[in-house]
């Protein structure tokens, strides 16, 4: 099957024009981190994730996050690249078949990206997009160092791994 994707020129301005209507809206910037966190707070009791710029159990952060699983879905469907399967393509050809190697290297990366956003004060999200949007240089520094470290990860697993 040949995959398709949306071509960059509907994806850009789609991203801009959802950080404006995000801002507009819910005078918030662009964060899906905190979406995410929203979504936590449905499930959990801690109040990390009750605080009231997380945005509450069902407020605009819920349902922007939702959007963004719903939109990714509506993509997969239009360009016809969705198919349901395990297959997890050039992951498994990295990290082989076994459920438990692929729990474990996806909870450390889970585990990470949060580690990294807290420490970041905010997702590639509110960084790349709202930041840089915003002529943060603190943004301008996060971005960059999510671009390298991304970019080095890559390289060296792929040197380890040769895939």
Known sequence: MIETYWPFWIGGPAIALVMIL???????????????ASLCSILSSKSYFHKPEMGGKFGFRTMFTLGVVLGG????????GYRASWDLGDFDL??????????????????????????ARGC?????????????LASLV???????????LTWILRFITGV
């Open 22 to 36: 995000v801002l507009v809206i819910g005078g918030q910037y662009l964060a899906v981190t905190r979406g995410y």
């Open 73 to 80: 879905l509506l993509a997969a469907l239009t360009t016809g």
């Open 94 to 119: 990295m990290w082989g078949n076994s459920l438990i190697v692929k729990a474990l290297v996806l909870g450390v990366g889970g585990f990470l990206w949060g580690f990294g956003s807290r420490m």
């Open 124 to 136: 590639t999200s509110r960084n790349a997009i709202s930041g840089l949007a915003r002529g943060s």
């Open 142 to 152: 996060a971005t960059c160092c999510f671009l390298a470290g991304g970019a080095a």
